[in-house]
């Protein structure tokens, strides 16, 4: 892993923040999986109201804002951020189709993917599009996605591959 051309591994950004603020245990398990040379992608669901200005920053990306400044003051930098629609009129392909355009930037394919989530339908999106899916804190992970008590656990589980 960690290898130029290597598939990234997309972490959810819900795993990394308690409440609105980044959980600094879990930033720093990212910051030393990161530093070990694999690429991170971090996946979120894309802000309803997706309008800031000079004036006001959309809450939803000054989250995202304090979570990269942890991250770099702590010696690494994310591959960047996937924003996902989930709203009523958003379908699992055009989820899918957004897996598969990062992928091929990596000049991969969308089952190289490897996905640490809680939630279900980015798990079930990965393991549409053939990737690998790793169920964090779910007492049953959806059918294809392995089990994982924690986040700590599941990049455990990729190292150990």
């Known amino acids: 892993m960690g290898k130029r051309g290597a598939a990234p591994i997309l972490i959810q950004q819900k795993l990394l923040l308690n409440g609105d603020q980044p959980e600094p245990s879990a930033c720093q398990l990212l ?4 530093r070990r ?3 991170v992608v ?5 802000p309803q109201r997706w309008r800031p200005t000079r004036s006001t920053v959309n809450d939803e990306l000054d989250v995202q804002r304090r979570l990269h400044e942890v991250i770099r003051r702590g010696g690494a930098d994310l ?3 996937l924003y ?8 699992r392909q055009t989820r899918y189709e957004a897996l598969k355009s990062l992928a091929e930037r990596y000049q991969r394919s969308a089952a190289d993917l490897w996905l640490i989530s809680r939630s279900h339908r980015e798990l079930e999106t990965v393991i549409l599009a053939g990737g690998r899916a790793l169920a964090v804190g779910r007492d049953q992970p959806p059918e294809g996605a392995s089990g994982h008590r924690d986040l ?3 990049l455990a589980s990729i190292e150990a591959d």
């Not at 910051?31 to 990161?34: A, G, L, T």
């Open 31 to 34: 910051i030393d999986f990161q």
């Open 79 to 81: 591959d960047g951020v």
């Open 37 to 39: 040379g694999h690429h």
């Open 42 to 46: 971090l996946l979120a669901r894309r």
């Open 152 to 154: 700590r656990q599941a």
């Open 84 to 91: 996902l629609e989930y709203g009523l009129f958003s379908w």
